[in-house]
């Protein structure tokens, strides 16, 4: 097979991936200039359509304004693994189904771990969702009826990559202990969720009390699973302190020269 005959197979398998029948059904009728022509016209609609699949994954996902990676102070916290974050940032885990569990307390980058992990999947072209762990089980635990509760565990077991974030900042009943082993069965050794929560495992007894599912969570998620710890203090309080030394100097500086104004032309006054 020549060069030419393997780029129009090449070109005429693009068209049947694009579902381009009726142009399919005149393929040997098209010349050289208008294959030529052909070419142009599916890179365009190639780019175009995986720029919009893009944005609307990234509209599902929901992960709203994040810091990136580059720009996150590693200095910071006292005990941060930058090796492993940067080598999930190459997606392994996800074609593993490994799960990734962020433990340590506020304001360490958890989230924005979190949340990176998830753009840089989108962007690869998996599907992903965000949700905070309150609002998924008060979203399923809302649910009437057995179809209503059917229709949106398929909706949190759906996606590649689950975030389920700030789990144990919350108390939760046994009823919603119940729904998170759903969702983690779903997903189990199939497709992986990322945890934030500032609660170590052996204090989810707290988080979910009584709930007799609890060992069973658990075990599935650290069954295949990178768990990093992150220690320090809260970045966000770092940021919050900084911010007001800010305003504080300021105000500082309006009041001294408001009690000490400099004159506006020195020029004017008496030899």
Excluded at 125 to 149: K, R
Excluded at 241 to 268: L, M, N
């Amino acid at each position: 097979m020549t060069t030419e005959s393997t780029h129009q197979a090449d070109l005429k398998q693009q068209v049947s991936t694009l579902k381009l029948h009726g142009l399919l059904a005149h393929w040997d009728e098209l010349t050289d200039e208008a294959l030529a022509w052909v070419a142009r016209w599916i890179a365009w609609e190639t780019h175009e359509r995986a720029q919009r699949g893009l944005q609307r994954r990234l509209r599902t996902a929901r992960i709203g304004r994040f810091k990136p990676l580059a720009d996150f102070d590693w200095n910071w916290p006292t005990q941060c693994d930058k090796t492993t974050i940067a080598a999930l940032m190459h997606l392994d885990f996800v074609a593993e189904a490994v799960n990734v569990i962020l433990v340590g307390p506020n304001g360490v980058g958890k989230s924005l771990i979190a949340q990176n992990l998830a753009h840089q999947a989108v962007i690869q072209g998996h599907s992903a969702l965000f949700v905070n762990a309150a609002q998924m089980l008060g979203d399923l635990a809302a649910q009437e009826g057995d179809n209503a509760l059917r229709r949106r565990f398929a909706h949190y077991a759906r996606p590649d990559v689950l975030v389920i974030d700030e789990i144990g900042y919350l108390a939760y009943g046994t009823r919603h202990a119940d729904l998170l082993f759903e969702i983690v069965n779903r997903r189990y050794e199939r497709k992986p969720t990322i945890i934030t929560t500032n609660r170590p495992f052996a204090e989810w007894s707290e988080v979910f009390p009584n709930a007799a599912c609890m060992v069973s969570i658990v075990d599935r998620l650290i069954h295949h699973a990178e768990i990093l710890v992150i220690e320090g203090e809260s970045y966000r309080m770092r940021e919050a302190k900084a911010r007001a030394a800010r305003k504080a100097k300021k105000a500082k500086t309006v009041r001294r020269s408001k009690t000490h104004p400099e004159s506006s032309d020195k020029g004017d006054q008496p030899a």
